[in-house]
């Protein structure tokens, strides 16, 4: 149960983090709103998949490429 709470903690830092960098992207420094909230989805994005990576589920000594390449398949859907 412990892991389900870190990584709905994950998505929850990653999705505050995506709406920062889109916010901040598209009201400071007048980018156009697809590209901004598109810049703000990827970063949200890589950040679950360090924190989940590193922080959920302790795979830091796994092979980084095969991981990222199964999290992008579902990350893809996602955007």
């Known amino acids: 149960m412990n ?3 870190k990584a709905q903690s994950a998505s929850l830092f990653a999705s505050v983090f995506d709406l920062m960098i889109t916010f901040i992207s598209v009201q400071f420094f007048g980018v156009w709103v697809i590209t901004g909230s598109l810049t ?5 994005g890589l ?3 360090i924190l989940g990576r590193n922080w959920v589920f ?3 000594s796994n092979n980084i490429h095969k991981q ?10 996602n955007l």
């Open 47 to 49: 950040l679950n998949f």
């Open 3 to 5: 892991t389900f709470f």
């Open 68 to 77: 990222f390449i199964k999290y992008l398949m579902v990350w893809t859907g």
């Open 58 to 60: 302790k795979a830091g």
């Open 40 to 44: 703000g989805t990827i970063s949200g």
